[in-house]
């Protein structure tokens, strides 16, 4: 998690989840196996902990948000938990909508704003959700005089 404000990063934190099964999918992809979550909290007992990154927040951003929105959804359901109300940002639809960047996978766009990315490694990920947020609101250089005269 990065929490960002008035433009710049104020704040990170990383926690790994044990699941509710060792059983695991996508290892190929982010690494991760049991022996790396077996004696982390659940999310159960780690939300206490973070729901206050969720508060007072404009917004979530996230690549491909809406699969994100759907594990964290999925995380308090499995627990209990209320989730927050939440807005989110997808990153893939704002480098799209802004730059025009296709194909848009994470690499794809950090490569394309020069934003440094360990991809799949959960904190340089939020990272870079962060700093292609925080690119995408940054005043645009006016190459011609507002006024002409």
């Known amino acids: 998690?990065?929490?960002v404000r008035d433009g710049f990063i104020v704040d990170r934190a990383v926690h790994l989840i044990r699941p509710p099964t060792p059983e695991f999918m996508f290892t190929y992809i982010h690494g991760l196996k049991w022996k790396d979550v077996e004696h982390a909290p659940?999310?159960?007992e780690l939300w206490p902990k973070i729901r206050g990154h969720f508060e007072e927040v404009d917004f979530v951003a996230a690549h491909n948000a809406g699969f994100d929105r759907g594990v964290l959804r999925g995380c308090c359901a499995r627990?209990?938990?209320a989730p927050p109300?939440?807005?989110y940002v997808c990153t893939v639809e704002l480098a799209r909508q802004t730059w025009q960047i296709f194909p848009t996978k994470l690499p794809d766009v950090c490569r394309h704003l020069g934003i440094q990315?360990?991809?799949h490694e959960a904190l340089s990920d939020a990272e870079a959700c962060a700093r292609i947020v925080i690119s995408a609101m940054a005043p645009v250089p006016r190459q011609?005089?507002?006024f002409t005269e």
């Open 144 to 146: 011609e005089p507002l």
């Open 85 to 87: 109300e939440l807005r």
């Open 117 to 119: 990315l360990n991809h």
């Open 42 to 44: 659940t999310f159960g």
């Open 79 to 81: 627990y209990g938990i």
């Open 1 to 3: 998690m990065v929490r």
